[in-house]
Each structure stands twice: as structure tokens, then as C-alpha cells.
């Protein structure tokens, strides 16, 4: 009843705006339901929000945004897919998550659909597809990014891993961070590893970790599992540095989690809620009205995807009787020519396989908020 009460108000919204022109079909796929739908509730809200202050402007551009909840499955995601095919979608956001976004990118290539997703993050996402686009960083990137942050901040010379294993995401960052950690000076003393199935108790991790002297345990993974493995090392009387990517984003509005065991975790996400420029204040204020929170990066991902949109749009003089192949070919020729700023970055750019160029921040928790470590 929730999800279809919020995409009516959506619908209703984008309805008002119809007197300024038809809306283009804004479509996506996320997590709004299960274990990990603070990141799609998040990408969501940070989109509507976007479409909201465009049609409020009125013009030609004008956006009708609709997403359809993928519980973080890659089979539901390709008949949410359906469903905003058969809605008549235009123009994609993709999927949330790295798994069900690799499903739907495959449906966008094949029906020439062009996609931007705010937060999938496999390299598998664009591969391939000339007409898949990310706002977030490739997992690769990721990787390398946080071994070279680590190595010359001096945080730690010995590191510890602890990854998951049957995720894409988890996967993809640990590669390049284990290729890239010597570079950097980083002595990898443990590397542990889980799965589905056996993702509750990380003891034998953690107690490997400690016994090899671990000043710091790097953990590319979700904020579920982080939030045990944080609950455990601190029952355990272990307390290195800790060190996350963008997926860690979120755990402090984890519903049931005491913040004060997040408190001092680093991690590279591209967002800095707490920035002073006027862009950002604004839709942190925004944000915080209509949810009550502060916005994590997802959020902040999903709202600059429609701005991206509304720009190449704009720039492309696009309108909405065109066929979504017809906006495929003009959203490439944009994407792949312009420069973007937004609250994830300046002077942002697409190369042609559609990954994003932008500078990462490094965020520490201080008494419960993500503060900026640069």
C-alpha cells in the first residue's frame, strides 16, 4: 500500500506539470522493500525531489517519475523492468544495486532504452553496452581509490580484508584493492572472506584479523554485514581502524543500530552532506524536510541522475513525443560530450563505456554524522 500511495503522489506530480508539456517517462528499478531498501528508498526519494524542483520551473522539460520495487533480485528486476516498459518508459535509472542492474542493463542495450543508474557499481553494468551509464563509481575504481586514500594518509601499514564472496560489489572493489595495496605501501596480514548462508558470525575473521595484527580492517561490502562485524569486534575487545566504500553509506539510518559503533569509520563515497556550497545545502535541507534525515549518497546519486537527464535533455532539445530509441541516440551524444555538476561532484564526465569521472571524498563518522575527512 506504501509503495503505491508514493508512486501516485509521483504520478499526481508529474500530472501538474502537464500544462508546461508532455513529461518524458523517467523510469526505474530498486530495493524498496527487504534488506537492502534504505539504498532504493534513498536513490528514490533523491530522484523525486530532482523531478519535483524541474517541473516546478515549468518548460519543455518535464519528467513523470515512476519506480518499481526489485527487492535486490536480479529475476524481479527484469519484470520491474517490464512493467515500466510496458508503462512506457523512455528514458532508465536503471537499477540500485550492482546484481539485478546487470539483468536490466541487458534489457536497456537490447531495446534501446538508454539507462543512468545512480548507484550500480559493477563494471559488468556497462560492459558491452553503449547506452548504460553510471553516476557512481565502478567497483574497480573503488578499490584502488581506497588502497591509494589508506596508503597516503598513512592510516595503517598492516590491513586486513574481509570481503564477500558470491557479490559482484564485494568482489569487484576487493581485486584491485589487493592488487593495488602494495603500491601503496599496505601489508594485506589477513584476508577473510564470506557468503550467503554464513554471514552472522564473522569470529573466525575477526579473531584472524587481531591475532595479525590488523591496525586496519578494510571492508568493501553493504552495511548489514559491516553493522555485525562492528557489533562483534567491539564484544570481542577488538578495535582497529575501520575502512569502507559507498555501500557502508546508510548504516547509520540501519534501522535497530547503535551509531556509537560506527563511530570513527572512514570510507570514499562521492557525497559530503555536510558541504557549504549552495547546491548542496539545498538539498540536504530539502531532503531533511520532506524525510526527516540527513541524505546518504544514494539519495544524492539518484537526485543528480535527473538533473544529468534534464541537462543532456535540454542541451540534446529533446521532447517527449520522441521514441525512447530516438533519446537513446541524443542522451549518448551528450553524455559522452558533457561536463555536469551536481552534489556528487564538479566538472563530472562519461567516457563511452559510460563510466563516471569525479573526485571520491573521504568521510569519517564523528558522533553519529558522516563528517569530512579533507
Known sequence: MTKRIFTCALLILAMSSCAFGAPFKLGGTA????????????????????????????????????????????????????????????LSLGSVTSKPCEATAAENFSDRIFALTPSASSAAVTEGKDNVFQMCFVDPNQGTASAQYIGEKGFAKKVAVIWKN????????????????????????????????????????????????????????????????????????????????DGMDGILTMEGFDKSLAEGVMLLTPFNADAKDELTVKFVAKYKEKHGEIPNQFAADGYDCVYAYYQALTQAKANADMSAEELCTKMIEQFTTMTFNGVTGENVKWSANGEVTKDPKGMVIKNGAYVGLD
Do not use: C
Open 31 to 90: 530495493p524498496l522493500t527487504g534488506g537492502a531498501a534504505i539504498y532504493g528508498t534513498a536513490a528514490r526519494n533523491g530522484a523525486a525531489i530532482a523531478v519535483e524542483e524541474i517541473n516546478a520551473k515549468g518548460g519543455d522539460i518535464q519528467f513523470e517519475l515512476r519506480y518499481e520495487d526489485d527487492t535486490h533480485d536480479a529475476e524481479k528486476a527484469v519484470n520491474a523492468y517490464n512493467a515500466l516498459k510496458d508503462w512506457g518508459m523512455q
Open 166 to 245: 558470491d557479490d559482484v560489489y564485494s568482489k569487484g572493489v576487493y581485486d584491485t584493492f589487493i592488487e593495488a595495496a602494495p603500491k601503496y605501501g599496505l601489508n594485506i596480514v589477513s584476508d577473510t572472506t564470506f557468503a550467503d548462508g554464513n554471514d552472522t558470525d564473522f569470529s573466525v575473521q575477526l579473531t584472524d584479523a587481531k591475532d595479525k595484527g590488523a591496525e586496519l580492517v578494510f571492508l568493501p561490502m553493504y552495511y548489514q554485514p559491516a553493522s555485525l562485524i562492528l557489533a562483534q569486534a567491539q564484544a570481542m575487545g577488538y578495535a582497529p581502524k575501520w575502512f569502507g566504500i
